[in-house]
């Protein structure tokens, strides 16, 4: 049972040496061990099921050092694999004071690359515990799970002076962390005892951030090198951390969870504080907090207008830059009075001992503006593991006992010293906030036998600036590659956002005269299948309409709108442009006429024809298949073609689509999700005359697909599978709110008025989808059902801010059910290259009901 500790303000706490720039200690485990020696009977670290005190630290971290020293680790590196605990923190206290370096691992990470990481760091030893030893034994040759061996915890006194007994040179390398290199390969950052002191004085004297008596918030994997950070400055300094990890417990419960273990400091990337932030109640507060720091994307004053209403002005905000070589190198401080910025947050000042430099492009430094940033200072003692010609091509030493690194961001260096980040020098970019080194993906695939050559590449698109990552195979002679199968292939070994969106398949990379890759001459964007021109006038206005909205060119009339990257929202703008630029009517345009004639040629035709559907609720989406229909229910706003990407991955299932009365027709929306069902349940049944069925609903329509389910039950029918895709259960303290308290009373009429206006006053372009998502919002706080038992799939997307409130389907299924959770977030779990994963498991419980094997129920995958 979790409960709250007091911070130690005084007492033993106290008494503590203060750090100083001049670190005493030659390695950072005799600090650790007088921390945690005067911090003896006081908590240092919790996790939401243990808490760890000063002694069980010693104890625990001393059993781990005794079984490294035993299997014979001589120095060399020793991996960790561990969850977000606090066993991880003794693991890391031990492995370092055997002498060995440490390499921690994150467990969410595919097991080809961890073991890449270990290989390249020349580990044969991987301590881990019972609930990671199967992965730990095939990245390593010896593994050791020292708690689970039953060997009694030593003495406290006798803990301390086995850890005391490897001492170690403050150049020695404690640990190793890994980032990647452009070229694909893993580099490996190798921080030495003396940087991390250095780190952590600066993190806690030197910014006042954190220190004894604090409770900070750890949030960040370990395997970082912001996450470690954080654990060896706690470590050292006294700071209580209570560690809790987003990606297996949702952010919604991280608020109550800070005021239950008192948290004075919080740090976190920009993306877990909005979802933070909203969780938080309107009305509610952060309280507590005396200092939040931001680090890993950029911050727009905006953002921070926000943090700072619900942080309140006792609360300092830091935006902060670091990197793995070089650890905190600046920190804009923003104190209640200060100012916000109207643009992007700066990073601000160097920290204490190090100073910055602008490189231009002839390779001279000054002292302000524009170029690569580069950093000085008496602290930088890191390197590459194993790689000195690497490390001299970024470090040099210099005459005054400084080191200067060149970092590969791009940045402006005002007068007054401070810093604002532009870009990168190198290839890396940002997809989703997270940096990703596309060389990564480039080894993956190069290591295929079906793939000669492959190069990935950023590209942001022009119109919203979304980054996203586009892979150029040149398969071998003979082998036949998909575009599914390549995205596949990197979602199984590697992390989701850096799976390719868009795969283009060449005979030869472009290359210079030298040989090299010419990157320029790659094309910007994937080819698509079309080759014949304009027939007429008004083929050639649709293919300009299909070129400016897909932001392609030279497409031909028999380019298919999806194979050419287009979806649902796509499609919405595709409408606009034709209602405006063509003066069709807007009752004659629906996403589903797209559906039908995705090539310009076809629909020219069918604009022309003003061919009209019968059932304007219902949208065949597949329609090659045989035996039982799967029937899909589109969401709140959403209409039934942007489910086409699910049900073109059912190879032989008949897939239709479901969206709201009025949606694309002219006519009255339903009011209540019983009333939208009864409407659904007509125009099924006249495909479908009897069971059984099969249904499924992604957001809100998976509450209209089991009110459907409800119907059709008590109606007599079968109902063999329902599966509801993240959608937030029939609860109404789970669903947020429509309404919020700040708005005004003009804008809460026009707010009104407008959702009443739903399906009945024309709004031109998205307006109109978006009125019908607000009145689907009403819809779900309204809803109210009884358990049901039949059935059920659940599919949780385990990225989005709302997970926590989505997986809450415990007590409204009653019958056989199973969740899943997929990596995404709401909207991009139904877009490639995300929608694969949702199709196998569709196929697989169709398949189990044809008469296949059926995942097991009753655990969440």
């Not at 932001?551 to 031909?556: H, Q, Y």
């Not at 109210?784 to 385990?798: E, F, K, L, N, S």
Request: proline share 7%; with cysteine; net charge negative.
């Amino acid at each position: 049972m979790r409960t709250a500790t007091s911070n130690v303000t005084g007492g033993v706490a106290s008494g503590l040496r203060a750090l100083s720039e001049e670190p005493q200690a030659r390695w950072i485990v005799p600090r650790i061990v007088e921390v945690a020696l005067a911090l003896e009977d006081e908590v240092v670290a919790g996790d939401g099921r243990e808490r760890l005190t000063g002694r069980e630290l010693l104890q625990r971290a001393a059993l781990v050092r005794e079984a490294v020293l035993a299997a014979g680790a001589h120095g060399r590196p020793v991996a960790l694999l561990r969850g977000h605990d606090v066993g991880a923190l003794a693991g890391v206290v031990g492995v370092v004071a055997s002498g060995a370096p440490l390499v921690v691992l994150d467990p969410t990470t595919p097991a080809a690359r961890l073991r890449h990481y270990v290989e390249a760091a020349g580990a044969t030893i991987c301590v881990t515990d019972a609930a990671h030893a199967e992965t730990a034994r095939l990245l390593a040759d010896t593994v050791l799970d020292p708690e689970g061996t039953g060997t009694p915890l030593p003495d406290p006194s006798r803990a301390a002076e086995s850890l005391l007994d490897s001492p170690a040179g403050p150049g020695d390398t404690a640990v190793i962390v890994y980032t990647s290199g452009s070229t694909g390969a893993p580099k490996g950052v190798a921080c030495d005892h003396r940087s991390i002191l250095h780190d952590a004085w600066v993190n806690t004297v030197a910014s006042d951030c954190y220190g004894a008596g604090d409770v900070v918030v750890h949030l960040l994997p370990m395997a970082f090198s912001a996450g470690i950070g954080v654990t060896l400055s706690c470590l050292l300094t006294g700071a209580r951390q209570e560690l809790f990890d987003p990606r297996s417990r949702s952010v919604a419960e991280l608020h109550g969870w800070m005021r239950e273990v008192g948290a004075t400091v919080l740090l976190a990337s920009p993306a877990i504080l909005r979802g933070l932030l909203a969780a938080v109640r309107p009305g509610e507060t952060i309280e507590g907090l005396r200092s939040l720091t931001l680090a890993g994307e950029t911050v727009h004053g905006a953002e921070l207008a926000a943090i700072r209403r619900a942080v309140g002005p006792g609360c300092s905000l830091r935006n902060r830059y670091g990197s793995t070589e070089t650890w905190l190198m600046a920190e804009h401080r923003i104190e209640a009075d200060d100012p916000l910025p109207t643009g992007a947050t700066p990073v601000g000042r160097a920290v204490p001992g190090l100073r910055f430099s602008i490189e231009d492009e002839h390779g001279r430094l000054h002292d302000r503006g524009t170029g690569r940033v580069v950093v000085t200072g008496r602290w930088l003692g890191n390197s590459y593991w194993g790689a000195p010609e690497r490390t001299a091509e970024a470090f040099r030493d210099n005459p005054d006992g400084s080191r200067t690194f060149r970092t590969s961001d791009v940045g402006t260096l005002s007068d007054d010293g401070t810093l604002r980040l532009l870009g990168r020098t190198d290839h890396s970019v940002k997809v989703r906030g997270l940096l990703v080194e596309p060389g990564e993906v480039d080894a993956l695939l190069f290591a295929q036998p079906d793939i000669r050559e492959a190069v990935v590449v950023g590209r942001a698109s022009a119109r919203t600036g979304r980054m996203s990552l586009v892979a150029h195979v040149v398969p071998e002679p003979g082998a036949t590659l998909h575009a599914a199968g390549i995205r596949a292939l990197v979602g199984a070994n590697l992390p989701s956002h850096m799976v390719p969106e868009q795969v283009v398949f060449l005979d030869a990379l472009p290359r210079t005269e030298r040989g090299k890759l010419d990157r320029s001459a790659l094309p910007e964007v994937p080819d698509v299948v079309g080759t014949k021109g304009p027939r007429n006038d008004f083929d050639a206005v649709v293919v300009g309409l299909f070129e400016r909205v897909l932001e392609m060119s030279s497409l031909g009339i028999d380019t298919d709108f999806f194979a050419a990257g287009g979806d649902s929202l796509a499609a919405q703008a595709l409408m606009a442009a034709i209602e405006e630029e063509l003066g069709t009517p807007a009752s004659q345009l629906s996403t589903a006429l797209i559906a039908a004639n995705p090539t310009p040629a076809q629909l020219s035709t069918a604009l022309r024809g003003d061919r009209r559907r019968s059932s304007p609720t219902l949208v065949p989406l597949r329609t090659d298949g045989s035996g039982t229909p799967l029937f899909v229910v589109a969401g709140a706003g959403g209409v039934a073609m942007g489910l086409r990407p699910l049900a073109v991955r059912l190879p032989g299932t008949t897939v239709y689509g479901l969206q709201a009365n009025g949606m694309e027709n002219p006519g009255l929306p339903d009011w209540s999700i019983p009333r939208l069902a009864a409407r659904h349940v007509r125009t099924l049944r006249g495909v479908q005359p009897h069971g059984p069925y099969r249904l499924a609903g992604h957001s809100m329509g998976g509450l209209v697909a089991l009110e459907i389910a409800q119907q059709l039950t008590r109606a007599g029918e079968e109902v063999e599978l329902l599966a509801i895709l993240d959608s937030f259960p029939p609860d109404p303290d789970l669903v947020p709110r429509v309404f919020t308290p700040d708005e005004g009373l003009v804008q809460r009429v026009k707010s009104v008025a407008g959702l009443l206006a739903t399906g009945v006053v024309p709004s031109r372009g998205g307006g109109h989808y978006g009125r019908f998502h607000r009145q689907g919002a009403v819809l779900q706080r309204r809803y109210r059902t009884t358990p049901y038992a039949g059935r059920a799939v659940v599919v949780v997307a385990q990225d989005d801010e709302d997970a926590g409130a989505r997986r809450q389907w415990d007590r409204h299924l009653t019958g056989e059910w199973v969740r899943h959770e997929l990596p995404g977030e709401h909207i991009t779990i139904l877009t490639e290259p995300l929608v694969g994963r949702i199709a196998s498991l569709l196929a697989q419980e169709l398949g189990a009901l044809d008469g296949g094997r059926r995942a097991e129920p009753g655990a969440t995958a």
